[in-house]
C-alpha cells in the first residue's frame, strides 16, 4: 500500500540553526500539506501546496518557514532560524485532489520530531 | 474561525466495553468529517462523513454525522486494548485546510 514517507524520523537542532524536513508524498497525489504538534497539544495546521505554490497558510506559518517541491518527489518543509517553540513533531500530509464540493482523504507520514535546544 | 470540540478529553474503560466519542464543530462551509486514530506515529484514517444520518461502519468501530446537531460520534464496541490511542475528530470546511479537534485519548484496560 502507498504511503506517506518523512525523513528523519527524528531531528535535534541548537536554536538558531536552519532545519530541512523531507517528506515524499504518495506519487499520484497533487495536494501536500504540513502540520505539527507540540507536545501535549493538538495538531495544526501549517500549510497546503499545490500546483508548485501555497495554496494556503496559517498564521503559525510565517517567514520563518518555508516549503518547495525541489523534484517531483520530494516535499519540503525549511525553518530558517529555529526557536525552542518549534519543538515538535511534524507531519506531512498529502492527498489525491481537490474538486469543488468532492471531500478528500489526507495521508499522512510517520512524523519527524524535531528538538530544538 | 472554524472550531471543533470533542469530549471527553480522556477516557480510561475495561475491554468489552462500548465508548462513545463526541464531536462538535462550527464551520463556516462543511464539506466533511473526518475521525483519525493516532497511537505513536501519525494518524491513520478511520471515517469520513459527508451526508447527515448515514452511519459508516468499519468492524467494531461506526460513526455518524448529525448536520442539524453540528456534531458526530465515534462508537466503539467490544474494546480492545489495541483500541487505546488518541481518537481526532477533524473538520474539512472552505478552502483545502484541516481543522482539528483537541482529540480524546481512549485507554482500553484489561
Known amino acids: 500500500e502507498p504511503e506517506v514517507t518523512q525523513t528523519p524520523s527524528h531531528q535535534v537542532t541548537q536554536m538558531g540553526q536552519e532545519v530541512i524536513l523531507r517528506c515524499v508524498p504518495i506519487s499520484n497525489h497533487l495536494y501536500f500539506y504540513w502540520y505539527r504538534q507540540i507536545l501535549g497539544q493538538k495538531v495544526e495546521f501549517l500549510v497546503s501546496f499545490y500546483n508548485n505554490e501555497i495554496s494556503e497558510k496559517s498564521e503559525i506559518f510565517d517567514d520563518q518557514f518555508s516549503v518547495e517541491r525541489p523534484d517531483g518527489s520530494n516535499f519540503t518543509l525549511k525553518i530558517r532560524s529555529t526557536k525552542l517553540e518549534d519543538s515538535a513533531m511534524y507531519f506531512c500530509?498529502?492527498?489525491?485532489?481537490?474538486?469543488?464540493?468532492?471531500?478528500?482523504?489526507?495521508?499522512f507520514g510517520p512524523g519527524t520530531r524535531l528538538t530544538v535546544t | 474561525e472554524d472550531k471543533v470540540v470533542q469530549s471527553p478529553l480522556s477516557l480510561v474503560v475495561h475491554e468489552g466495553d462500548t465508548v462513545t466519542l463526541n464531536c462538535s464543530y462550527e464551520?463556516?462551509?462543511?464539506?466533511?468529517l473526518l475521525w483519525y486514530k493516532q497511537e505513536k506515529k501519525a494518524p491513520t484514517f478511520l471515517f469520513m462523513l459527508?451526508?447527515?444520518?448515514i452511519e459508516k461502519k468499519s468492524g467494531r468501530l461506526s460513526s455518524i454525522l448529525d448536520k442539524k446537531e453540528l456534531s458526530s460520534i465515534l462508537n466503539i464496541t467490544a474494546t480492545q486494548t489495541g483500541d487505546s490511542a488518541i481518537y481526532l475528530c477533524i473538520l474539512t470546511g472552505g478552502g483545502n485546510k484541516l481543522t482539528f479537534g483537541t482529540g480524546t485519548q481512549l485507554k482500553v484496560e484489561l
Open positions: 500530509a498529502s492527498s489525491e485532489a481537490l474538486f469543488l464540493g468532492k471531500p478528500y482523504e489526507q495521508y
Open positions: 459527508t451526508s447527515s444520518g
Open positions: 464551520v463556516t462551509n462543511f464539506r466533511s
